[in-house]
């Protein structure tokens, strides 16, 4: 009876192993052949206070409505101080938001990338010190929506 759990759960093992090594080989070539594309970065936003964020989310927003019922803007004093515009009928956002947390925490986009239609956002991730209030960290890129309606994939990739 033991060996035969011990025989089922090792080919439990291998059936996760080798489907998380294919997943692991179809993400190398899609990456692989990936190009950059330009994006813009938003700035002076916030994830709204009646959003719940206990745990990284990967989010992606084709309309207005949606982004700001998750982000609220914030205007600050410096050189521009606006938030970043977003042409909804021409541009889709991507957007990182990590859990809440009291410490010192930046998320950064490194590139996007696109392969046919899988576009790929690399992002970098600081942490500091403790504070004494929370704040939820996130970063939001523009993107220009694709000429055809194709379905695209995304993938997020922290490094």
Same mark, same amino acid.
């Given at each position: 009876m033991k060996s035969k759990l011990l025989?089922?759960?090792?080919?439990v093992g291998v059936l996760l192993l080798t489907v998380q090594c294919s997943t692991l080989n179809e993400f190398n070539r899609i990456e692989k052949g990936a190009s950059p594309i330009s994006y813009q970065?938003?700035?002076n936003y916030f994830v709204r206070n009646d959003v719940e964020?206990?745990?990284l989310q990967k989010l992606i927003f084709?309309?207005?409505?949606?982004f700001h019922?998750?982000?609220?803007?914030?205007?600050?004093? /410096? !050189?521009?101080g606006m938030p970043t515009e977003v042409n909804w009928k021409t541009q889709y956002v991507m957007a990182v938001v990590l859990p809440e947390t009291d410490r010192s925490t930046t998320v950064t986009p490194i590139k996007v990338s696109q392969n046919g239609v899988s576009v790929i956002l690399?992002?970098?991730?600081?942490? /500091? !010190?403790?504070? !004494?209030?929370t704040m939820v960290p996130f970063t939001a890129v523009a993107l220009d929506k694709p000429a055809s309606a194709q379905q695209q994939e995304f993938y997020?990739?922290?490094?």
């Amino acid at each position: 009876m033991k060996s035969k759990l011990l025989t089922a759960l090792a080919l439990v093992g291998v059936l996760l192993l080798t489907v998380q090594c294919s997943t692991l080989n179809e993400f190398n070539r899609i990456e692989k052949g990936a190009s950059p594309i330009s994006y813009q970065t938003l700035d002076n936003y916030f994830v709204r206070n009646d959003v719940e964020c206990k745990k990284l989310q990967k989010l992606i927003f084709d309309n207005e409505n949606d982004f700001h019922a998750y982000f609220g803007e914030a205007a600050t004093m /410096g !050189s521009n101080g606006m938030p970043t515009e977003v042409n909804w009928k021409t541009q889709y956002v991507m957007a990182v938001v990590l859990p809440e947390t009291d410490r010192s925490t930046t998320v950064t986009p490194i590139k996007v990338s696109q392969n046919g239609v899988s576009v790929i956002l690399y992002y970098q991730v600081k942490r /500091g !010190s403790r504070n !004494s209030y929370t704040m939820v960290p996130f970063t939001a890129v523009a993107l220009d929506k694709p000429a055809s309606a194709q379905q695209q994939e995304f993938y997020f990739i922290e490094k």
